[in-house]
């Protein structure tokens, strides 16, 4: 699988467990830490928690493991590190507060699930 289908991968499974607000940020041409960033938001911490499971068990499940995971504690932001993609299920009101993708506007964006094309 490359980085760009397990980006959008982790977006399809985001919608499983009804997140919203999915953001792929291709960062390819920006940095060589990381290929995609995804950005999703739930509506509450049991969601922030549900989904991000729902991500690393399904794809554990497929061979694919998570290199690192943090912020399952705190359920207020989640990042799941594959490597070369980096996902982060956000709180809604902590989504805000950080605007990741503020702080990567210059990426290409494509949206996934509802209202989904391509931003730039």
């Given at each position: 699988m490359t980085p760009q289908q397990l980006a959008e991968r982790t977006g399809a499974l985001a919608l499983d467990k009804?997140?919203?607000d999915i953001l792929l940020l291709d960062l390819r041409k920006l940095t060589t830490?990381?290929?995609w960033f995804v950005i999703l938001s739930a509506d509450s911490e049991p969601q922030v928690l549900a989904v991000a499971d729902h991500i690393v068990n399904t794809l554990s499940a497929e061979g694919?493991?998570?290199w690192h995971?943090?912020?399952q504690e705190s359920r207020k932001w989640v990042l799941i590190?594959?490597?070369d993609v980096v996902?982060?299920?956000f709180y809604s009101k902590t989504r805000e507060f950080y605007s990741l993708e503020t702080l990567w506007g210059d990426a290409p964006m494509m949206r996934i699930g509802?209202?989904?094309q391509?931003?730039?």
């Open positions: 009804k997140a919203h830490a990381v290929d694919l493991r998570a995971v943090e912020g590190d594959y490597v996902v982060h299920v509802e209202g989904a391509k931003s730039r």
